[in-house]
Antibody, heavy 121, light 107 residues
Framework: QLQLQESGPGLVKPSETLSLTCTVS??????????WGWIRQPPGKGLEWIGS???????HYNPSLKSRGTISVDTSANQFSLKVTSVTAADTAVYFC?????????????WGQGTLVTVSS | EIVLTQSPATLSLSPGERATLSCRAS??????LAWYQQKPGQAPRLLIY???SRATGIPARFSGSGSGTDFTLTISSLEPEDFAVYYC?????????FGQGTKLEIK
């Protein structure tokens, strides 16, 4: 079965760019069998979908990010990545990556353990 | 954007009791609704997809129902490990949203 693992800095300064990577094992991103998503959870709060990407690079985003988010794929490394620009304290959250099985791509079946990103100077 | 509203916010029950959790959508999501369980410090776990299909390894005491805008997750007889936060989730027109969660706590 799939395994996903998030990695990246745990501390980002306000106004800078948050960058995270999700490494997938147990399956190939380029298989075309999944969409790949990012979800975040501010401390003590609920889940917020950030966006999802297909192996060809096509992506969909939560409009609430106001174009600050970009998700990309690196099929050679079997990874997909998230960048969020101009971060503020409101972007402090645990960030999860997850897989969305096709053809429906309507649920997240495998999740990474999550990584806490704190925005602070 | 479709907004999902879960009720109640908190549900206090005892082991062995039946739990009924509700999720209402601001517009129809047909049957593309899922339910997740999350315990402290852990990632969410998929319980139910496509409204009523149990994910792999999920016990039969968990069931989902509904259509259109009203959906329900039922736990027929609570086990101690079922006390957690539950989220509903939908995807429509490539946009995804989660409900705000229902905390199921031990009475």
């Amino acid at each position: 079965q799939l395994q996903l693992q998030e990695s990246g800095p745990g501390l980002v300064k306000p106004s800078e760019t948050l960058s995270l990577t999700c490494t997938v094992s147990g399956g190939s991103i380029s298989s075309g069998s999944y969409y790949w998503g990012w979800i975040r959870q501010p401390p003590g709060k609920g889940l917020e979908w950030i966006g999802s990407v297909f192996h060809d690079g096509s992506a969909h985003y939560n409009p609430s990010l106001k174009s600050r988010g970009t998700i990309s794929v690196d099929t050679s490394a079997n990874q997909f990545s998230l960048k969020v620009t101009s971060v503020t304290a409101a972007d402090t959250a645990v960030y999860f990556c997850a897989s969305e099985p096709l053809p429906a791509a309507t649920t997240f079946d495998f999740w990474g353990q999550g990584t806490l990103v704190t925005v602070s100077s | 954007e479709i907004v999902l509203t879960q009720s109640p916010a908190t549900l206090s029950l005892s082991p062995g009791e039946r739990a009924t959790l509700s999720c209402r959508a601001s517009q129809s999501v047909t049957t593309h609704l899922a339910w997740y369980q999350q315990k402290p410090g852990q990632a969410p776990r998929l319980l139910i997809y496509a409204t009523s299909s149990r994910a792999t390894g999920i016990p039969a005491r968990f069931s989902g129902s509904g259509s259109g805008t009203d959906f329900t997750l039922t736990i027929s007889s609570l086990e101690p490990e079922d006390f957690a936060v539950y989220y509903c989730q939908q995807r429509s027109n490539w946009l995804c949203s989660f409900g705000q969660g229902t905390k199921l706590e031990i009475k």
